[in-house]
């Protein structure tokens, strides 16, 4: 008697294997698939990254100019800071009248002809007696006092307002074609004074109403209207 063959489940058999290969290899280039776009996508972050490094270049550049600027000016700031006071010879001065009649003030200029940048303190001593040891102060008016301190550069001028009575005719006013001028150095009064002339025609000086504003690069209104 013959054994009957039972082909159905060898068919079967068969078919499961092939279909778990077939699932295999689909599962396979699924996972290929998959690990390639992880791939594109790491990628495209690292480019992002270098971009964004790139940026970051571009912000250190910015930070490099920021400090550049910085430098450039403590540079001048430094530069400012180490021009010496003006004395008597490193500048000329000259005056001119104000507005008027009756001229109740005059301008002082003072133009750098030293050849170098040089600051010029605080206010012009001034003296209107016949000797620059016997005359009368002439008291600074503070509201004039500048923030900064005037440096001069070579050709430059600078420039002070000057009361030098309360006009009209007073008994107490004297004539006055020359007069006296010195400086400020680090310490205090300059040694030495530069005789300037006064305007043409003269000047009537009151030494009780007379002041000064210190020097400015221009005379301005309010702080120089006294």
């Keep these: 008697m013959r054994t009957p063959i039972r082909r ?13 290969l077939t699932l295999t290899a689909c ?19 690292g480019t992002s ?5 790139s940026n970051g270049g571009g912000a250190g550049t910015t930070g490099s100019t920021g400090s550049t600027s910085a430098v ?16 008597v010879n490193d ?27 040089c600051t010029l303190l605080q206010y012009p001593l001034l003296g209107f007696g016949d000797l620059p040891q016997t005359s009368k102060d002439v008291p600074a008016v503070a509201k004039s006092k500048p923030g900064t301190p005037i440096v001069l550069n070579a050709g430059t001028p600078a420039y002070a307002a000057v009361r030098i009575n309360n006009g009209g005719v007073d008994e107490k006013n004297h004539a006055v074609s020359s007069f006296y001028v ?45």
Excluded at 72 to 87: I, R, V
Excluded at 205 to 217: E, P
Aim: net charge neutral; hydrophobic share 40%; glycine share 12%.
């Design 8 to 20: 159905p489940a060898v068919l079967a058999a068969t078919a499961v294997a092939a279909l778990s």
């Design 91 to 117: 500048v000329k001065i000259s005056a001119a009248k104000q507005a008027g009649p009756p001229t109740t003030h005059i301008t002082l200029t003072a133009t750098n002809i030293s050849g170098h940048a």
């Design 49 to 53: 990254g270098s971009s964004g490094g």
């Design 182 to 226: 010195n400086l400020f150095a680090a310490d205090g009064p300059a040694e030495g004074s530069k005789t300037v002339a006064a305007p043409k025609g003269g000047i009537a000086v009151d030494d009780a109403a007379a002041k000064t504003g210190y020097w400015t690069y221009e005379l301005r209104n309010g702080a120089d209207e006294f």
């Design 72 to 87: 450039q000016a403590s540079a001048k700031k430094k530069s400012t800071a180490k021009a010496p006071a003006c004395t």
């Design 27 to 45: 599962g396979g280039e699924d996972g290929s698939k998959d690990n390639g776009a992880a791939a594109s996508v790491s990628a495209e972050q």
